[in-house]
């Protein structure tokens, strides 16, 4: 079934950059670990957005396989991400990443 | 097209060496839960005479078959079967062979199979790194190698440092990740295609061209360049190098090094020919900067870890200048990258086996507490030195042809400056690398009287990583030569 109304592809590309941008922000601007970390699954968040609308602009099914890589990978990611911020709790009782100073030189 | 000509069961070879690191990492888990702690340590022997034999079985079964699959787009075109992906994955199975041989006395993972296991699929991961050839595959590898390094970073969990280092690569790591993500998806987006060795051709017919086309490049270099460590995306380097634990400190600074040089080399061959003066001049800049900075400020550092994190850097930059002149010289500088790479892991290795054992028996990581090293244990020192001649580029050992043909083929592509900013980096790098080696032998200390305990497989790596290293350095115009044929072939 067509949809009544098509958006055009740019408009999802445009959409996609937004998203990115407002993630890579969120990286640089953000101090708290888990914060940090949703905002890098923004990012790849966009790319999959930017993926699913160049594979339909395309009429090619690469690109949806493509987003369900991703999506299994960012999935891998979450579960050694969160372990880790746990394990970095646990010796210092903060996820503040301007604390992470153990090293210097 | 030419990937649907192979027959899926014969291509299935060209990845038999992931497959059997897949079986490895089974076998290994399965170990781990049947056998007591006690017995866990061979885990690691284990391991790591697995993966030399994978290695060897590499060489044996796929090397002739090549005639066949050579140069071909296998799997879907997920993955091209090439001296490139051949002469990179034995570099990172030996990588990760001697990576295993020197965590067997390392407290807190030596003994546990999820450490080998990990460490097994940071291989796998690495070795489909330098096969890649579909933007799918670009990133699964990767993210295959890298998200299995991050736990490995912080593996230690009762250690702070390690611990520290662990969150600082993962974060660091997936923000480069998700920002190569999207320039790969923008690639699509204007191409149309996933295959590296299409994109080329899509972007030269498309209708979008210039700014965006450059910005999606743009973005997935800004993700490479953090993997080798280039300046400005180094900064994660020198923390979690100190952090991790050393032997995977080792691996991350040999085989995720190599690897994504592979990839590197792969993607500018095949992507960019369209984009030449500006990535040049880019990557030039980039090498400079990154040598320049990563020797002046590795001057400066008193532990021993942190010093070759530096050092890791500026080798980086080095590499940097094959890659640069490939663009006018091809197989040269091809050939360049190949033969450092190779050296660089067998040195790197070797260092910081020696800085482990080191720091082990003395509890210190400092540069300082080396002193007396030549008394204490004079093998070790023996071996340290060549190390950190080879990263100096003195003779005999292989860094100095190393840098030598690096240099060579910087000169032959008309990049004289880069060639004469890179010798001058490298008298100011001999600085600190002769100074550990005053440290070791003219330096005293009051326990020269206890050597420092070396376990077997120490002695094993140490053999290995010292001989490899001497052994280029005596017969590497014959390697070069054969890495040179490689190279030459694989322009097209």
């Known amino acids: 079934m067509q949809p009544t109304v098509f958006v055009p592809t740019d408009l999802y590309v445009m959409l996609s950059a937004v998203l990115f941008v407002m993630g890579v922000l969120g990286v640089l601007i953000r101090r708290n670990a888990i914060l940090v970390f949703m905002s890098v699954e923004l990012m790849l968040n966009a790319g999959n957005l930017a993926l699913v609308a160049f594979a339909r602009q395309w009429g090619l099914a690469n690109g949806q396989v493509f987003v369900f890589f991703v999506m299994t990978v960012a999935a891998a990611e979450v579960a050694v991400g969160l372990a880790l911020i746990v394990a970095i709790f646990r010796t210092k009782r903060s996820i503040d990443i301007d604390d992470l100073h153990e090293m210097k030189g | ?492």
């Open chain 2, 1 to 492: 097209m030419d990937f649907q000509t192979v027959d899926w069961t014969v291509s299935l070879l060209a990845i038999l060496p992931e497959i059997l690191l897949t079986v490895l990492v089974v076998v290994i888990l399965i170990l781990d839960a049947l056998w007591p702690e006690s017995r866990r340590r061979q885990l690691g022997i284990i391991s790591g005479v697995a993966m030399l034999g994978i290695l060897a079985a590499m060489l044996i079964f796929v090397a002739p078959l090549q005639g066949e699959l050579r140069d071909q787009l296998l799997l879907g075109g997920m993955i091209r079967h090439d001296v490139l992906t051949q002469i990179f994955r034995a570099m990172i199975l030996l990588a990760g062979a001697l990576t295993c041989f020197i965590s067997v006395d390392l407290p807190g993972a030596g003994r546990q199979g999820g450490y080998y296991a990990l460490v097994a699929v940071a291989t796998l991961g690495a070795g489909l790194m330098s096969a890649a050839a579909d933007l799918i595959m670009v990133f699964i590898a990767l993210e295959t190698t890298s998200i299995s390094l991050y736990m490995l970073a912080g593996f230690l969990r009762g250690d702070e440092r390690s611990a520290e280092s662990g969150v600082k690569y993962f974060l660091f790591g997936a923000f480069a990740s998700a920002v190569a993500l999207y320039g790969l998806s923008l690639l699509y987006g204007f191409s149309g295609q996933t295959n590296i060795y299409l994109i080329a051709d899509g972007l030269a017919s498309g209708s979008i061209g210039g700014l965006p086309v450059l910005v999606a490049l743009m973005l997935v270099v800004v993700g490479f360049g953090f993997k080798i460590s280039a300046v400005p995306f180094h900064f994660w380097t020198p923390d979690v190098y100190e952090g991790a634990p050393t032997p995977i400190t080792a691996f991350i600074s040999v085989a995720s090094k190599a690897a994504s040089f592979a990839l590197l080399l792969r993607f500018f061959m095949a992507v960019f020919p369209g984009y030449d003066e500006v990535w040049v001049n880019l990557l030039a800049v980039s090498s400079v900067v990154t040598m320049t900075l990563g020797n002046v400020v590795a001057l400066w550092q008193k532990n021993i870890k942190r010093m070759l994190a530096y050092s890791s850097i500026a080798q980086a930059g080095y590499t940097l200048i094959g890659v640069v002149a490939i663009s006018a010289q091809g197989g040269a500088g091809m050939a360049a990258v190949i033969f450092y790479m190779a050296m660089y892991t067998l040195t790197n290795i070797g260092a910081f086996t020696v800085a482990f054992l080191v720091s082990r028996a003395t509890g210190s990581e400092a540069i300082a507490d080396m002193a007396g090293l030549s008394r204490r244990s004079p093998a070790l020192a023996l071996a340290m030195t060549v190390a950190l001649l080879s990263l100096g580029g003195i003779p005999p050992a292989a860094g100095f042809f190393g840098k030598f043909f690096l240099f060579n083929a910087a000169v032959d592509a008309g990049f004289v400056w880069l060639a004469l900013v890179a010798v001058i980096n490298a008298i100011i790098a001999l600085y600190y690398y002769l100074m550990v080696i005053k440290v070791m032998y003219v330096d005293r200390s009051a326990d020269e009287a206890q050597p420092i305990p070396v376990g077997r497989t120490y002695g094993w790596a140490l053999i290995i990583t010292t001989l490899g290293v001497i052994f280029l350095g005596i017969v590497a115009s014959p390697v070069y030569n054969w890495a040179l044929a490689a190279g030459q072939e694989l322009l097209f």
